[in-house]
C-alpha cells in the first residue's frame, strides 16, 4: 500500500527545529523523503513530492517506521567483552582493543586472516571506506556485503549477458509498458511504492503477468498467474521462449544486429515445449503460452524479478535466461521495455558498486586487474593485493577451519540472516576475535569481543543507490544517540590508528574520489545529485544514462549475449520424510530480520512470523488454523504458529524471518548458486507436524548399576 500526501496540505515548519530531505532507508526503491524533527526526536516524515522513484507516494514504513531511532535499547556506547560479559566502555578503550588486537592477528598469521563485511544498510561512502580499511589499512581483499546472499546472481548475469551491473531502465519505464512480467517478486509487500505503481500501470491497461508458487496480491490485477513448482523457474523461462520462437513473436533484425550466441540457444530450445514444461513445472501448458503471447506480442514490456528468482542453486542462470527473453523479442534499451531487478536493501546495488566485494573495485573491476589495481594504490598510498578474497560463505568455512582469526562486521546480522545458522554460529564462535558495529544489540553481536554504536540512515550524510541505479543524496534528520558515532567517522578513525591516513574531512570527499577513480561514476557530484539523483553511468560532463544499451551494449563487439543454459533441478527436494517445500519472503508491515520495525508500531501490526500451509495439506497433517507447529528441514527446526490459507499452493509452505526468535534460517542448508554462492533460500523440504505429535525428548540415563 502506498500512502499519496495532497500536494494542498500545509504544515507549519514553527514546531520543528530541523528539517532534511533524504532517502528511505528501508528497501530499494530510494523514494524521497522529508523529515521534520524537534529536540533530537523525529516527529514526522514525508514523501518528497518530487522524488524521482516515489512522485510524492511512500509506505507505511518509509513514512511511519522510524521510532527505532530513539528506542531504549539502542547502543549508545562502545562496549567490550570482558570475563565473557560486554561491559560500557569508552572509544578509546574499544579502538586501541580493536586496533590490538587486528594488529596481533596480522603479525601472527597475515593479513588473509582478517575479513570485513560491508552494509547495504550503509551509504556508498561508508561501504567504499570499508573496502579500504580492508584493502589498504589491513591488506587484504577479504571484504563482502550481503547482495552475496540476495542480488548477488542478478549482478553476475547482467554482466555476462548485457556488461554492465544494473537495471537496464527506471521505474517511469513501468508506465510505458504494454506488458510487465514479474518472477520471484512479490512488490507491494517487498517494494510497496513500485507495487503501487504496478497497480495503476494495470488498471490504465498495461497486462500484467504474475509467476510466483504464491498467488500475490497483484495476481488479482493481472492477466495471467502462473504458479510454478520451487526451483523450476528455468524451465519456465525456457518455455516462454520456445513459444516465442514457435509463434513467430522473435525480433530478428534485432537477434542478427545486436547479438551474438542465438544459434546455441534455439537448439536448446527445442526440447522445452509448453508440454514438457507442464511436467517439471506444474504449469499447464496453455498458461504457459498465454503468458509467452503477452509478452511477445507487446511492443513493449518490461521485466521484472526479486529473490524468487536469484535466491536459488541456478538463479545467476535464470536471470541470464530472462536477458535471453528480452534479447529476443528486442525488448531492450527502449522506453517501457526495461529489466528491473527489484533490489531488497535500500543500498544492496551502491555497495557492491563500490567495490564492497572479495573480487573487484568500484564499478565491478578485477581486483587482478593491474593497470586498476596501480590506480588505487598510487590513490591511497599503499601496497595491494592482486588476490581475489573470500566470499561470505567462504569466510564461515575458513573460520570453523581456523585459517580466518577475526572479522570486522559492520550493520549485518549474520547470525540471524544467513543460511545455515548453526554453522554461521561455529564459525563465529572459532574466531579469535570479533568486531560489530552496530544500532542494536542483535544475534550477531552476542559472539562479538567489541561492540561499536553506530548510525542509523536517518542520522549520517552521504548516498545511497537505488534499484535504478540512481545516486541519491542522504541528509541526516537528526544526530546518532548518546556516545554513537557516524559508520564514517568510525571507520576513519579505525584506518588512522591503523597507520593509514584517509585524508577524508566529510563523505563527500569520499564520494569526489570515488569519481576520480571510476569512470563510470565521472560526473557524479553532491552538487550534480541536487534532489533529483543521477543514474550510472554519467559522464566527466553530468550527463547520465536513465536507459542503457539503446544502441549497443557494454560487452566487447558491443553485443548482448545469449546462454543456452539448461533446466536443472533445484539442490532439494520434497521425499517422504520431508514431503513439502519451505519458501522464504517477506511481508509489507516488516524488513529482513525487523531489526528496525520491530521496534515500531509495525510491531503491533505484525507481531510474530507465520507459516502458511494450503487447507488441503493442513487437513491432512491434523494442522488447524493458529495452531503451534513442528518445522523440520535436514539441518535444523523451528517451531512456528500455522496459517491456514489458500494464498501458498498445495505441496508448499511459506513464512518470513522477520522475528529472531523464529530463527528461520535454522532450517536453510547450504545449497547455493552455482556461480555466486548466494543461497538457496527458496527451495528447502520440510516435515510438518503438530506440536502434539513431536516426539518427546527423552534423556539417556547411564547404568550406574
Not at 582478517?114 to 591488506?139: H, I, K, P, Q
Not at 518455455?239 to 544486429?257: K, N, P, S, T, Y
Not at 534528520?477 to 585524508?503: K, N, Q, S, Y
Amino acid at each position: 500500500m502506498a500512502i499519496a500526501i495532497p500536494t494542498d496540505v500545509k504544515t507549519s515548519d514553527e514546531r520543528f527545529d530541523r528539517t532534511a530531505t533524504t532517502t528511505c532507508g528501508y528497501c530499494g526503491v530510494g523514494c524521497r523523503l522529508e523529515t521534520r524533527a524537534s529536540g533530537g526526536r523525529i516527529v514526522s516524515i514525508g514523501p518528497a513530492l518530487d522524488g524521482p522513484a516515489n512522485e510524492g507516494h511512500t509506505c507505511l514504513k518509509g513514512r511511519f517506521a522510524h521510532g527505532f531511532t530513539r528506542s531504549p535499547d539502542r547502543l549508545r556506547t562502545p562496549l567490550i567483552r570482558e570475563d565473557g560479559e560486554l561491559r560500557p566502555a569508552t572509544w578509546e578503550e574499544a579502538l586501541d582493543r580493536i586496533v590490538a588486537e587486528l594488529e596481533r592477528i596480522k603479525g601472527a598469521h597475515g593479513a588473509d586472516a582478517l575479513a570485513g563485511l560491508a552494509s547495504s544498510r550503509a551509504t556508498n561512502e561508508d561501504c567504499y571506506a570499508m573496502t579500504r580499511l580492508m584493502r589498504a589499512a589491513v591488506g587484504t581483499n577479504n571484504i563482502d556485503n550481503c547482495s552475496r546472499v540476495c542480488h548477488s546472481p542478478t549482478s553476475f548475469a547482467l554482466r555476462k549477458s548485457f556488461g554492465l551491473s544494473g537495471a537496464t531502465g527506471s521505474f517511469t519505464d513501468l508506465d510505458q509498458a504494454e506488458v510487465a512480467l514479474l518472477l520471484g517478486v512479490n512488490p507491494t509487500q517487498g517494494h510497496p511504492v513500485v507495487g503501487a505503481r504496478i497497480k495503476q500501470a494495470a488498471l490504465r491497461g498495461c497486462k500484467l503477468i504474475t509467476i510466483d508458487p504464491r498467488r500475490i496480491e497483484l495476481a488479482d490485477y493481472g492477466q495471467v498467474h502462473l504458479a510454478p513448482r520451487p526451483g523450476t523457474n528455468a524451465a519456465v523461462v525456457l518455455g516462454l521462449c520456445h513459444v516465442v520462437r514457435r509463434d513467430g513473436m522473435l525480433d530478428e533484425g534485432f537477434i542478427a544486429a545486436r547479438t551474438e550466441g542465438y544459434e546455441a540457444l534455439e537448439e536448446l530450445l527445442a526440447g522445452y515445449d509448453p508440454q514438457a514444461v507442464e511436467e517439471v513445472t506444474g504449469i499447464p501448458a496453455a498458461d504457459l503460452e498465454a503468458a509467452a503471447h503477452l509478452y511477445g506480442e507487446a511492443g513493449s514490456g518490461s521485466l521484472l524479478w526479486g529473490l524468487g528468482v536469484t535466491e536459488h542453486k541456478y538463479g545467476s542462470e535464470v536471470v541470464q535466461l530472462l536477458c535471453n527473453l528480452a534479447m529476443m523479442t528486442g525488448k531492450v534499451g527502449k522506453p517501457g521495455s526495461a529489466l528491473l531487478p527489484l533490489r531488497g536493501q535500500n543500498n544492496v546495488q551502491g555497495s557492491s558498486d563500490m567495490g564492497a566485494l572479495p573480487d573487484t573495485y568500484t564499478a565491478y573491476r578485477s581486483v587482478e586487474d593491474e593497470e586498476v589495481a596501480a590506480s588505487f594504490e598510487a590513490a591511497w598510498g599503499a601496497p595491494l593485493s592482486r588476490r581475489k578474497g573470500l566470499t561470505i560463505p567462504q569466510m564461515f568455512d575458513a573460520a570453523v577451519a581456523g585459517e580466518l582469526k577475526a572479522m570486522y562486521i559492520f550493520g549485518e546480522d549474520i547470525a540471524q540472516t544467513d543460511p545455515d545458522t548453526a554453522h554461521v554460529i561455529a564459525a563465529l564462535e572459532s574466531l579469535e576475535f570479533v568486531v560489530c558495529q552496530e544500532i542494536f544489540p542483535n544475534e550477531t553481536t552476542k559472539f562479538a569481543d567489541v561492540v561499536l554504536p553506530a548510525s542509523a540512515f536517518l542520522e549520517k550524510e552521504g548516498t545511497f543507490i537505488n534499484a535504478e541505479r540512481r545516486f541519491q543524496i542522504v541528509e541526516p534528520a537528526i544526530d546518532p544517540p548518546g556516545e554513537a558515532r557516524t559508520d564514517f567517522e568510525i571507520i576513519g578513525e579505525v584506518c588512522r590508528r591503523l597507520g593509514h591516513e584517509t585524508g577524508w574531512r566529510s563523505p563527500w570527499d569520499a564520494l569526489d574520489e570515488i569519481a576520480r577513480l571510476t569512470p563510470e561514476y565521472a560526473g557524479v557530484s553532491r552538487a550534480r545529485l541536487g534532489r533529483q539523483g543521477l543514474q550510472w553511468p554519467v559522464r566527466p560532463d553530468g550527463t547520465d544514462s536513465p536507459t542503457l544499451y539503446d544502441t549497443v551494449f557494454d560487452r566487447p563487439g558491443g553485443r548482448g549475449h545469449f546462454a543456452a543454459l539448461p533446466y536443472k533441478a533445484p539442490g532439494d527436494a520434497a521425499d517422504q520424510d520431508f514431503p513439502l517445500i519451505l519458501v522464504t519472503g517477506r511481508i509489507l508491515q516488516h524488513y529482513n530480520a525487523g531489526t528496525m520495525t520491530r521496534r515500531t508500531g509495525n510491531a503491533t501490526l505484525v507481531d510474530r512470523d507465520l507459516l502458511e500451509i494450503h487447507p488441503l495439506d493442513a487437513e491432512r497433517l491434523w494442522v488447524k488454523d493458529g495452531d503451534r507447529v513442528s518445522v523440520r528441514s535436514r539441518v535444523g527446526r523451528i517451531e512456528i504458529e500455522a496459517k491456514v490459507t489458500e494464498r501458498i499452493e498445495p505441496g508448499h509452505v511459506f513464512t518470513t524471518f522477520h522475528f529472531p526468535e523464529t530463527r528461520t534460517n535454522l532450517l536453510v542448508g547450504q545449497s547455493a548458486d552455482v556461480n555466486t554462492s548466494c543461497p538457496e533460500y527458496k527451495v528447502i523440504a520440510v516435515d510438518v507436524r503438530p506440536m502434539s505429535e513431536e516426539p518427546a525428548f527423552i534423556p539417556v540415563v547411564a547404568d550406574v548399576s
